[in-house]
């Protein structure tokens, strides 16, 4: 079984900063790109930033110059810092890992999601 497990969300005051991690677990046998994405209510989930096994990036224009995206391939895990957070950054956040497992295909698995909440 394969596992993502998403922490640091929280409520935090406008130009605040927050931290993320998910670290995956389990039978992998390899992990491809790994990134963040974010749901607002009402809204569609979009794409924070994602990263490559060999660090290359790719940041959403809304958080650009504000979230940074890395990962710690030894120990399975992604980040992602933010800061000067809006409250329009408000939203679930999830973590997403493209891996193959031991068994089975490669394919997406995705965390259960951090509570982010930026007040004004």
């Known amino acids: 079984q394969v596992q993502l497990v998403e922490s640091g969300g929280g409520l935090v005051q406008a130009g605040g900063s927050l931290r993320l991690s998910c670290a995956a677990s389990?039978?992998?046998?390899?992990?491809?790109?790994m990134g963040w994405y974010r749901q607002a209510p009402g809204n569609q989930r979009e794409l924070v930033a994602t990263t490559t096994t060999g660090g290359s990036t790719n940041v959403a224009d809304s958080v650009k110059g504000r979230f940074t995206i890395a990962r710690d391939n030894a120990k399975n895990t992604v980040y992602l810092q933010m800061s000067s957070l809006k409250p329009e950054d408000t939203a679930v956040y999830y973590c997403k890992a493209d891996l193959r497992p031991w068994i089975g295909a490669r394919q997406n698995f995705w965390g259960q999601g951090t509570q982010v909440t930026v007040s004004p």
């Open positions: 389990g039978s992998i046998s390899s992990i491809y790109n």
